[in-house]
């Protein structure tokens, strides 16, 4: 399909502020793709991306690179291109204006086709090496030459590698299920993408084998599957009334979470709770793998967790995110040295993916060979809640987060990217006050006064709804934040800054500027209330109202290992609600 079309489309998209529109818009455009390859390229562009995100190979060419792209193909000076960028902050916008009014006219121009766009961008992101540089910006030039000024505008945005079009991978295949059946099908959707996270793949099996192809996708190491997720409980007690006392334990480690592939071909692959590929940076756990455990080919998961070699003892999460920061990975594999602390079992050459928890720990059991660097999680099957309590007690005092809960009845299936009851966690905080911490969406920002003038310092912050697809406001926070946190807040926010609201957020507040859902915080709170203005549960405890946090302030904690859709959702914060009123009630 040619690529002017297309740029129609996503003009559309970008315009709309409503969820339902922009899904009927993305499936008229999936209507009109020719073959499956075509649906998967699309896939990918529309996400900004050439390559799923777990290949690691991303586009990100700087904007000084596209600047001068935009420059060559324009007949205009890069300084005066990168001048508009500082006003107009968005190199889509930057790259339409220039080519709508260049100064040099080509005689014949080139056709864009959508595979001439994907093509040339694979060639630009598997570009490497020296005169490097060049060739990318030729590639880029070379496009956009032959671009009308709105097939620039998002030719230079996925070159940024962010098409700011508010559309995310389960709105995706919202649209492919329209396409293909109904929104019904979605479910079946979701469950293929959950073992297989690649959207191009989906598109193309969908496109090209129909639902057979679909329901046969399964776990390939090598290719990472969303994580399993926990629901949560305030109590011992809650925990073992809900899975009936069918159940096991496990402490809750506080480090980085692992997914780890092994391969037949020797090679280990690292993927983070976010499925990015980050082998590279921990060649200590590598080597870990390779020694202890006894597996030709398999997929576990366990938790990271930095410690002190020379007491055993466990070090604080924020010392791990210290090791991130580091380039030299050897010398930081020293420095901040990791201990595993496995606990499932996913994959040993067959999927255990529909194995109950206690075969899939057995497994796990058998298979690993422990020292003090790589151990099965502290685990027990409680026979008494008493003796769930104890353990809670012990992992508390242990300074431990508190437990894992997981059900063992026949049903204890490993639920590849969906949070639900088979696996609980107890914090210790819930017990004794009504603070929790939530994750939250920046979706929105405000600029600051006095000192702060000129920043944006606080931020409306919203939950997850993953029912409708879309982001809910639940507080502004500008508490907790140091100056150091404005600084950078203000760095991380920049990419996503937009004029108008995100078609997936729903609010009722007008903040100075609305910011594409993309980075989440910890939030603490001293309550959750009734409120009248925030869209978080609104309408559903009681009519024209939704539910805030009061006092909300910054843990100081970016969970940027979670994406927008990980964050807490609207039904959590109505449960923290519903229990918070109970405990009020009965104290
Ligand atoms: P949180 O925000 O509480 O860290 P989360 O939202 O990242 O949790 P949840 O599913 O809510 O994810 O909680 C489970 C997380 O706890 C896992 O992602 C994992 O990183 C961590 N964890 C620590 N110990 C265990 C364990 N024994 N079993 C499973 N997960 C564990």
Redesign the pocket.
């Known amino acids: 399909m040619n690529f002017k079309e297309i740029a129609k489309y996503l003009d559309r998209i970008e315009i709309t502020t409503g969820r339902i529109e922009m899904i009927n818009i993305l499936t008229e455009l999936y209507k009109r793709m020719e073959d499956a390859d075509d649906a998967a390229m699309l896939s990918y562009i529309i996400l900004g991306e050439i390559h799923p995100p777990y290949k690691g190979f991303e586009i990100g060419m700087s904007e000084k690179l596209i600047t001068k792209a935009i420059a060559f193909a324009s007949g205009y000076d890069s300084n005066e291109v990168e001048k508009r960028l500082n006003i107009l902050g968005d190199i889509g916008k930057v790259a339409e204006e220039f080519i709508s009014k260049k100064r040099q006219k080509t005689l014949f121009t080139e056709e864009l086709t959508l595979r001439k766009i994907y093509n040339t961008f694979s060639k630009i992101t598997l570009t490497t090496g020296e005169g490097s540089i060049d060739m990318k910006i030729k590639h880029l030039t070379g496009l956009l030459v032959n671009a009308s000024p709105l097939e620039a505008r998002y030719i230079a945005r996925l070159a940024d590698g962010n098409m700011r079009l508010g559309v995310a991978d389960m709105t995706i295949l919202e649209a492919l299920a329209n396409v293909k059946g109904g929104r019904e099908y979605k479910p079946i959707l979701e469950t293929a993408y959950n073992k297989h996270p690649d959207i191009g793949e989906i598109a193309k099996v969908l496109y090209s084998k129909g639902w057979d192809g679909i329901k046969n996708i399964d776990i390939t190491p090598g290719i990472p599957l969303r ?1 399993m ?2 629901e949560r409980v305030r109590s011992p007690e809650e925990a073992w009334e809900k899975l009936k006392g069918k159940l096991a334990a ?4 506080d480090g980085e ?1 692992m997914q780890i592939h092994i391969l037949r071909d020797n090679r280990v692959m690292i993927f983070s ?1 976010r499925l990015e590929n980050i082998t590279h940076q921990f060649p200590d756990v590598i080597e870990i793998v390779k020694k202890h455990i006894k597996l030709e080919e398999g997929v576990i998961e366990g ?1 990271a967790i930095a410690f002190d070699p020379d007491t055993g003892e466990f070090k604080p999460f924020q010392e791990l995110m210290r090791r991130k920061r580091k380039h030299d990975v050897h010398e930081t594999a020293k420095l901040i040295p990791v201990t595993l602390r496995l ?1 499932d079992l996913i994959y040993d050459g067959e999927s255990y993916l529909e194995k109950p928890f206690p075969i899939r720990r057995k497994k796990l059991e058998e298979v690993v060979s422990e020292n003090e660097l790589i151990k099965v ?1 502290e685990l027990i099957y409680p026979e008494t809640l008493e003796e769930l309590k104890k353990f809670f007690f012990m992992s508390v005092e242990q300074g431990f987060e508190g437990l ?1 809960i997981k059900s063992t009845g026949p049903d204890s299936i490993y639920q590849a990217g969906a ?1 639900g009851w088979l696996w609980i ?1 107890l914090k210790r905080d819930y017990r004794v006050e009504l603070t929790d911490t939530l ?1 939250l969406v920046v979706v929105g920002a405000l600029y600051g006064r006095g000192r702060k003038a000129g920043s944006l310092s606080s931020y409306l912050m919203a939950v997850y709804d993953p029912k409708d697809d879309t982001y809910k406001t639940v507080c502004k926070v500008g508490t907790g934040f140091k100056d150091e946190d404005i600084v950078e807040m203000n760095r991380l926010l920049k990419p996503f800054i937009r004029d108008r609201k995100p078609a997936r957020v729903v609010s009722h507040l007008e903040p100075d500027v609305w910011i594409e859902p993309a980075i989440v915080l910890e939030i603490t709170a001293s309550e959750i209330t009734l409120s009248p203005i925030h869209t978080c549960a609104y309408d559903l405890i009681e009519k024209n109202v939704g539910l805030a946090l009061r006092f909300p302030r910054f843990t100081g904690r970016y969970r940027l290992d ?1 994406s927008p859709e ?1 964050a807490t959702t609207e039904k959590e914060v109505m449960d923290m609600y519903h229990k918070q009123k109970k405990v009020i009630m009965e104290s």
């Open positions: 994580p997720l926990a496990e402490f809750k480690y979470r709770r938790e606990f999680s894992m949070r966690k994750d979670k990980d």
